[in-house]
């Protein structure tokens, strides 16, 4: 493959890599919600699993792009990304290598526990066919028992189910030692016998997502808790594993950038790069846009295949299929990226050309004895040649080679090592170069975290499904940001911004966007679990009133409904909704009865009555903002890109990129999902209780107002000091040249001498090293 055409098959090879990166990257993102809820993990150990990858990043990122950028870099990149094939796949198999056990009771312990319970009976059944009962076996019925139960006879003709819960509560549990109890049990299998169909449907409801005020399902429910903690459950199995995936990924995901952005600068000409960085940007961040819809299509779906009747997507405990993700992204990642490992390279009189002469990506001719710090000569232009097809450039084109083309690397250990350190000092000798890295470690430190919890603010505050949240994520927010990066680099090229034009033009870009952040600070809504927090913290955690006494809600599941006001209840059983065995069915929209707590006279609550469209508005205009916050943001990153390539020498480039990872790694990116995860975390008002440690499981309940100010407020500070860094890159970046002019020619057509560029922002390096 010579020429033009390997130069095509490159570039798609390489855009679809990096384009399924970019997916898998930011599908994490919808993802870790549904994580959290399967597996129990709390906000900061969910952030430190995600920041994971920057552990597998932080050792290797400057390593692989000092080595990889003299070398063949379609390899690196090809290798790289078929870790990250590999790291999605282990994620994936989280799901299955540690499923989350379904305990279940056996049909002898269920049919034996629902024969001895009043709560099956009809409200018809009066407490007087229980007196004809016993009255028939009165001699095996001892005296002293009967006059414990015996009632007025005006009282007689009360509920059974009241009449046993106010006299015969000795019964429960099973009490075999006295005859009443006994008289009892045989006469609550004579008048209603379980039938298969009552134990079938008392199963189901035990499995369901809501509770009844029910002591009968309630305490089966405690039962088959109190089996799976004698097990002994972790979390810690499936947290090692996708960590580990994600280590693997951080190392992959090392190439594509570091070495990626040198190989474009060295195969167009540097008048064109806004545009093709442009290009390049957008791809990739249609791959976070792509991840989101894949994150909404998933979270449709629920984790396993047996959904538990009731719950739908809308609801908080659902939980997405998110490990279909991260297995597709593996399948069809796999293919493009050991292409790209086994890219044919060009020979070297192609990809060197015939002269002892090397040319960089312009067409500029450069010393040998220069580039090896023996001579430093002003760089002049080539003077005009026959035109001659150039090849692709899979090595640096700046690198250091020897007369016979050849790339010259330091021989030994040590060589390597000083010739390492070396580069080191000259990138960070470089004042723009350090600026602009201490402004992105800021930038990236307030970004990272925040947006990683974003979904579940967003779930919290405005009361939304998973799947509308990735939706919106995906087409409003990283759109605004694509386009923003379009604007850049329209108005780059157009305006031709160089030097502190475009330091200038960076920093009002940042500024607008901490201040949009900012305004989102106010943009809050009473959702449906607002209110249930707004009582939580009127009655001091506590959702039991006297009207649900008995019901044994303590521990039952988080299921808000409403009743046709729109008041708001934790779960049915906190409604007082009595067991209705006809709810055991796969329909979404119940409607649960009786409900003695519900304060309407129908005495109904369902999920449906809920009031949820009320944020929409407020939903609505915190998008919009963030928006208009991404279009900002994103028309800032191409001149900051070639701001870091240019403030350092061309040779340095790959290294400079893999420094700033290095270091962005280990100062944000790292520690920023777990900061993060705190912050989330402080607002926390009501855990779940795995086992009985609140510590072992996720929250449930956030106080939304204090989530609100402290996650917005934090990220906004963040955002403003960040613009101190971009006034040090406007002081020195005077001289910076961003994007080289067109040659000047002469009337005869010939190009003119052209002068050496000096500037106080780049600081030359002198190494030698033997060849």
């Known amino acids: 493959m010579e020429g033009r055409k390997a130069v095509i098959c490159f570039f798609v090879l390489f855009l679809t890599v990096y384009f399924l990166e970019a997916i898998g990257g930011f599908y994490m993102t919808s993802a870790v919600v549904s994580i959290e809820k399967q597996f129990q993990i709390p906000s900061r150990m969910s952030g430190l699993m995600v920041s994971a990858g920057d552990f597998g990043y932080i050792p290797s990122v400057v390593f692989v792009s000092y080595l990889g950028g003299k070398g063949n870099r379609a390899r690196w990149i090809g290798g790289g990304c078929l870790m990250i094939a590999l790291a999605n796949f282990l994620i994936s198999m989280s799901n299955f290598l540690f499923p989350v056990e379904s305990i279940r009771l056996n049909g002898s312990v269920v049919e034996q526990r629902i024969e001895i319970d009043s709560e099956r009976l009809s409200d018809d059944t009066t407490a007087e066919s229980f007196f004809e009962y016993i009255s028939k076996s009165i001699a095996a019925t001892n005296f002293t028992d009967m006059i414990e139960v015996e009632l007025p006879a005006n009282l007689r003709n009360i509920s059974m189910k009241k009449f046993a819960q106010k006299k015969l509560d000795f019964c429960y549990p099973k009490n075999e030692s006295m005859n009443i109890c006994n008289r009892y049990y045989d006469y609550l299998r004579e008048v209603k016998a379980p039938t298969a169909s009552d134990i079938a449907n008392i199963r189901i409801l035990m499995g369901a997502p809501f509770a009844f005020c029910s002591r009968l399902v309630n305490s089966l429910r405690d039962q088959i808790e109190y089996l799976k903690c004698s097990k002994d459950p972790s979390n810690l199995g499936p947290f090692i594993m996708i960590f580990g995936g994600l280590l693997i990924l951080g190392v992959g995901r090392t190439m594509p950038f570091s070495l990626g952005l040198p190989l474009i600068d060295d195969n167009v000409k540097r008048k064109n790069l806004p545009v093709y960085f442009a290009g390049m940007f957008f791809i990739r961040i249609l791959g976070p846009v792509l991840g989101f819809m894949i994150g909404g299509i998933t979270n449709r779906y629920y984790y396993s295949f047996e959904v538990p009747p009731g719950l739908s997507p809308r609801d908080p405990m659902w939980i997405g299929r ?9 399948v069809v990642m796999f293919g493009p990226s050991l292409a790209l490992y086994l890219f044919p390279t060009p020979s070297k009189k192609k990809a060197v050309g015939e002269t002892a002469e090397l040319e960089n990506g312009d067409g500029v001719k450069i010393s040998l004895k220069a580039e090896m710090g023996v001579e430093q000569q002003p760089l002049q232009k080539a003077k005009p040649t ?84 990735s939706f919106y994520m995906g087409i409003v927010g990283v759109s605004g940001f694509a386009m923003g990066v379009l604007i850049g680099s329209v108005a780059m090229r157009k305006f031709k911004l160089q030097g502190r034009k475009a330091a200038a033009f960076v920093a009002v870009c940042s500024t607008m966007a901490a201040i949009l952040s900012f305004l989102n600070a106010a943009v809050g809504c009473k959702s449906v679990l607002s209110h249930l927090a707004d009582y939580s913290v009127a009655n001091n955690g506590l959702f039991n009133s006297t009207c649900n006494e008995g019901c044994n809600c303590d521990g039952m599941p988080l299921y808000p409904v409403c009743n046709q006001l729109g008041e708001v209840f934790y779960s049915p059983c906190q409604a007082g909704c009595p067991l209705d065995e006809t709810l055991a069915t796969d329909s979404p929209h119940k409607i649960f009865k009786k409900c003695v707590c519900s304060n309407t006279t129908d005495m109904l609550v369902s999920r449906d009555f809920c009031r949820e469209s009320v944020c929409e508005s407020k939903f609505v205009m915190y998008f919009i903002n963030m928006a208009i916050s991404g279009v900002f943001g994103g028309m800032g990153v191409i001149p900051a890109i070639l701001i870091i390539l240019r403030s350092v020498p061309p040779i340095d480039r790959s290294i400079s990129l893999g420094f700033q990872g290095f270091l962005v790694s280990l100062f944000a990116t790292l520690p920023s999902p777990v900061v993060w995860g705190w912050i989330v975390d402080s607002a926390c008002i009501r855990w779940n209780n795995v086992c009985g440690d609140p510590i072992r499981g996720a929250c449930s309940i956030y106080d939304t107002d204090r989530l609100r100010l402290r996650t917005h407020i934090t990220y906004g500070i963040m955002r403003l000091v960040s613009l101190i860094s971009d006034v040090w890159v406007f002081v020195f970046a005077k001289d910076l040249i961003l994007i080289d002019e067109e040659p000047v020619r002469d009337e005869n057509g010939k190009e003119e001498e052209m002068q050496e560029i000096t500037s106080d922002c780049i600081v030359d390096k002198d190494r030698k090293f033997s060849m």
């Not at 998110?322 to 593996?330: K, N, P, Y």
């Open 386 to 469: 026959h035109k001659r097809n150039r090849s692709l450039a899979l090595v640096d084109r700046n690198v250091t080679r020897d007369k016979d083309g050849n790339t010259v690397v330091p021989k030994n250990f040590d060589e390597k090592v000083n010739d390492f350190i070396s580069t080191v000092k000259t990138i960070i000798r470089a004042p723009v170069y350090t600026g602009a890295l201490i402004g992105r470690i800021l930038d990236v430190f307030a970004f990272k975290g925040f947006f990683i919890f974003l979904p579940k603010y967003l779930e919290v505050q405005f009361g939304l499904p998973q799947h509308v949240i």
């Open 322 to 330: 998110w490990w279909a993700g991260f297995l597709g992204i593996s």
